[in-house]
């Protein structure tokens, strides 16, 4: 079975860290475009960041550019998202996403195949 599974949510404080972590079952990451999105309460699902693990090109939304790091474990098929500096704002459930990479075509023209079931992260005094 193909699928991607979500770890590391959890409730934190302003200002601290969490790393959360999303690996791959069934089949190997190497040729795949990972992504995280987030969704608030009341909200619509966002980007939140974004790699292609061929090449470890990166992307980032603004609202997290500088606090968030998304990086590449080949050994381990997995993708990690390290969030520093958490704010109120970053409460919501983080889903990660696979799908095949494309050679050429921009983050935001990517539709996911394998999606996880999502991870809760709150920050919050």
């Known amino acids: 079975q193909l699928r991607v599974v979500e770890s590391g949510g959890g409730l934190v404080q302003p200002g601290g860290s969490l790393r959360l972590s999303c690996a791959a079952s069934?089949?190997?990451?190497?040729?795949?475009?990972v992504a995280w999105f987030r969704q608030a309460p009341g909200k619509e699902r966002e980007a939140v960041s974004f790699i292609i693990i061929y090449n470890g090109q990166t992307d980032y939304a603004d609202s997290v550019k500088g606090r968030f790091t998304i990086t590449k474990d080949n050994a381990n098929n997995t993708v990690h998202l390290q969030m520093n500096s958490l704010k109120p704002e970053d409460t919501g459930v983080y889903y990660c996403a696979a799908t095949a990479w494309v050679a050429g075509r921009p983050f935001t023209h990517y539709h996911y195949d394998y999606w996880g079931q999502g991870t809760q992260v709150t920050v919050s005094s």
């Open positions: 069934g089949f190997t990451l190497d040729y795949y475009a």
